[in-house]
């Protein structure tokens, strides 16, 4: 069975950093690629990043380049999300998604919330 | 890059069916996308890949009340028989080189 489980949300001031993991389970890692996708309150949902399966390319959001860095370690199954230069319009639910290559992304996480204030 | 344009609430009734819009950018008529289920305070849920061809995959424990067509630069998911847990948003989803993109979401009301 397919798992993808988010920790590292939480409350942070404006310019703050946060880093966000997602920790897989049930499928071979290492060879999909994943997303972050992000949901801020009442709204929809906003791809945020992408990494291919080696971690050898990575895709951000206008958003969020420059501020954003997405990674993996695929001897850990992990995925990570290190978020810098926090602001307000920052502040959602924050879902990991595995990316079936030509369907989409087939499985996702339950989230976990980020919220910038001070 | 793409966009996905949903209308953004439908109603139906219990047992009926509906079928929802997304509609691709000038360009992009081609392109696969994936709907997405997100009930109300959960995660969303993968429901199908559907091709231009009208050709559709759904994901694993998705019924088969949900299906998907196209025509053109329209992709088009109907839920027959209508439960009271489909009240819930539904979102595409395509992706090109470089990028992935979400429709707004359409809002469904059981009633």
Redesign the interface.
């Known amino acids: 069975e397919v798992q993808l489980l988010e920790s590292g949300g939480g409350l942070v001031q404006p310019g703050g950093s946060l880093r966000l993991s997602c920790a897989a389970s049930g499928f071979t890692f290492r060879t999909y690629g994943m997303?972050w996708?992000r949901q801020a309150p009442g709204k929809?949902?906003?791809?945020v990043s992408?990494i291919t399966g080696s971690g050898g390319v990575t895709?951000y959001?206008d958003s969020v380049k420059g501020r954003f860095t997405i990674s993996r370690d695929n001897s850990r199954n992990t995925l990570s999300l290190q978020m810098n230069s926090l602001r307000a319009e920052d502040t959602a639910v924050y879902?990991c998604?595995k990316i079936?290559s030509?369907?989409?992304?087939?499985?996702?996480?339950?989230?976990t919330l980020v919220t910038v204030s001070s | 890059q793409p966009v996905l344009t949903q209308s953004s609430s439908a109603s139906a009734s219990l047992g009926s069916s509906v079928k929802f819009t997304c509609t691709l950018s000038s360009g992009h008529s081609d392109s696969?996308?994936?709907w997405?289920q997100?009930q109300p305070g959960k995660?969303?849920?993968?429901l199908m890949?559907l091709e231009s061809s009208g050709s559709y995959?759904r994901?694993s424990g998705v019924p088969d009340r949900f299906s998907g067509s196209s025509s053109g630069a329209d992709r088009y998911l109907t839920i027959s028989n209508l439960q009271s847990e489909d009240e819930a948003?539904y979102?595409c989803?395509?992706?090109d080189s470089?990028?992935?993109?979400?429709?707004?979401?359409t809002k469904l009301t059981v009633l």
């Open positions: 997303s996708v929809g949902l906003e791809w992408g895709y959001a879902y998604a079936l030509a369907a989409g992304s087939d499985y996702w996480g339950q989230g | 696969i996308i994936a997405h997100q995660a969303p849920r993968y890949k995959s994901g948003d979102y989803e395509t992706w470089n990028t992935r993109v979400f429709g707004g979401g």
